[in-house]
């Protein structure tokens, strides 16, 4: 387990800060691990490999299990530690990090042994070839997983999950921004056999080194900037890589949309975890008609929000780290600037706090230019951009052009037309009436596309996605030579052109001539092999 160092201790580089970004109070430090302790991570989680994987997945979902179960004797203490690190209500700390954690590991240790098991293509074509094949989902080995401080517990979960179901070791190094949390797992973790998933902390320094040890493959959840360094570095041992880097996604609001309902979807859409979400709104395309009563309805239902330091139980929590305060900052008043029009909170109401917390008002604002920083980089904040369309055919073009989408959502009462409309939207997720709750549902599939990421997590392919597939394919009629070895001779050459002629001539007459063809040229060609 990462060793705890009391809060009083001298701030030394090696050490990292449980900050709580609702007082500005450091709770707690902790040691973070050296370069060299994540190689030895490493190594322990190499021998603890092949044994994990020989369990099968019937046995690694028991095992699983019991981390559930710790989940759940240690419930409190996350909740608690994920809601003093991260600055979020203790609701969210249960229904975005505990509840979804266990929604996953239940239903990912459930199909695992269903998903993981062999497939066998080419039961038509195969015997042609004298071939039988099969398809096997073999781990990796080492995968090496990297997670966010938004939502500590729930990504790396996300993260670690399939790849332990499907047979992989791992080594996590979640965020130095909420070591707690990180500590608090490497006990929920101690459960499974020794290395079998290795915890690390540390920052930046130390991911690179996890990278670099090297891993087998790589599972990064974070910003775009990092997801790229990391890229980079793994493309020196040639790791594979998944990984989801958030977006600017985009809602849009149909003329006909249910506006008392849209307006509750698109703000909690929007302020959830205080905007600090991956899959968060961070613009709305409004088509002109019904802009004025949206406006009107959310800024009605924002206003009956509980945020700030004077709440007793907060809605909207204060951002958890000083760095996203000062981009979340920045980003308003650029854009404030530039012409946008303050709906709901912005100006001076976000002002850095003296004491050193980190409240920001919730943020509605209307109006934009292609030049402001909220409509070229993600804010990752409480900030909702209203912009007026003409039609929902702008309201596409616009969500596609304007940012990068990792999820975006049609809002309608006609579903048809809802669904015609997702269909355009290039986005990893598309949802209809709803926005950002798909990330929770592990039978479904999570990822970006373009510039959000590559490479999925939940779901089959999520379990899929940490294991290699390998094709093992096996001679049918193992005492008979074939026809493609040595010697090539006239035989064979008849026998190869009459086979390409039944797959490509465009007549039954032709086809059957060069099936006479081929039987006659393939026992003389066989023949003569040595």
């Known amino acids: 387990m990462p060793d705890f160092v009391p809060a009083e201790s ?190 690390v902390l540390g920052g930046g320094d130390i991911g690179a080194a996890l990278v670099d040890a090297p891993c087998d493959k790589v599972c990064f959840v974070g910003s775009a900037a990092t997801g790229w360094r990391i890229s980079q570095a793994a493309a020196n041992h040639l790791t594979p890589v998944v990984m989801e880097l958030g977006g600017q996604d985009a809602a849009i609001v149909c003329a006909d949309a249910d506006v008392d309902v849209t307006a509750s979807g698109v703000l909690w859409g929007a302020f959830l975890n205080c905007g600090q979400t991956c899959a968060a709104i961070e613009r709305v395309y409004v088509v002109g008609t019904i802009a004025d009563e949206f406006e009107r309805v959310l800024l009605d239902k924002l206003s009956r929000v509980a945020a700030g330091p004077g709440s007793v139980h907060p809605d909207i929590g204060p951002l958890t780290a000083e760095r996203q305060f000062d981009v979340v900052e920045r980003h308003v008043a650029d854009a404030v600037g530039k012409g946008a029009r303050v709906l709901a909170g912005g100006g001076g109401v976000g002002i850095r706090a003296k004491d050193g917390s980190l409240w920001f008002a919730p943020t509605v604002l209307e109006g934009r230019s292609n030049d402001m920083a909220l409509f070229r980089e993600e804010t990752f904040g409480p900030v909702l951009p209203i912009v007026r369309v003409r039609d929902e055919d702008e309201a596409i073009r616009r969500a596609n052009e304007d940012g990068c989408n990792l999820t975006a959502s049609v809002w309608s009462r006609d579903s048809r037309r809802a669904e015609e409309l997702a269909s355009r939207l290039v986005a990893g997720t598309v949802t209809v009436n709803d926005h950002a709750s798909t990330a929770a549902v592990p039978w479904g599939l999570w990822g970006g596309i373009h510039e959000s990421g590559y490479g999925r997590l939940q779901g089959e392919l999520g379990l899929r996605e940490f294991c290699a597939p390998v094709h093992v394919a096996t001679n049918m009629v193992p005492r008979l030579k074939r026809l493609w070895w040595y010697p090539y001779d006239e035989a064979t050459n008849a026998a190869l052109r009459a086979f390409a002629v039944m797959l490509s001539a465009p007549t039954l007459s032709e086809k059957g001539a060069a099936a006479r063809t081929l039987v006659v040229n393939v026992a003389r060609s066989i023949r003569s092999k040595i």
């Open 10 to 199: 001298p701030p030394e580089s090696s050490l990292l800060r449980s900050f709580d970004p609702a007082t500005g109070n450091v709770v707690r430090q902790f040691r973070a691990n050296t370069a060299g302790e994540v190689r030895d991570a490493v190594a322990r989680a190499r021998a603890a490999a092949p044994a994990w994987a020989a369990l099968g997945p019937t046995d690694r979902a028991k095992a699983m299990a019991e981390v559930r179960h710790e989940i759940h004797r240690r419930m409190d203490d996350l909740v608690n530690v994920i809601s003093r690190e991260t600055g979020k209500p203790r609701a969210e700390a249960m229904s975005h990090d505990v509840l979804p954690s266990l929604l996953t590991i239940a239903y990912l240790s459930a199909v695992a042994p269903r998903a993981l098991r062999p497939t066998h293509p080419g039961r038509l074509l195969g015997p042609i070839l004298a071939t039988r094949s099969r398809i096997e989902w073999r781990p990796f080995g080492v995968v090496g997983a990297i997670t966010p401080w938004n939502y500590p517990l729930f990504l790396s979960v996300m993260a670690i999950a399939p790849a332990l179901l499907a047979g992989n070791a791992v080594v996590l190094k979640p965020s130095e921004i909420t070591p707690g949390v990180g500590a608090l797992m490497a006990e929920v973790l101690s459960v499974l056999p020794r290395g079998v998933c290795e915890v």
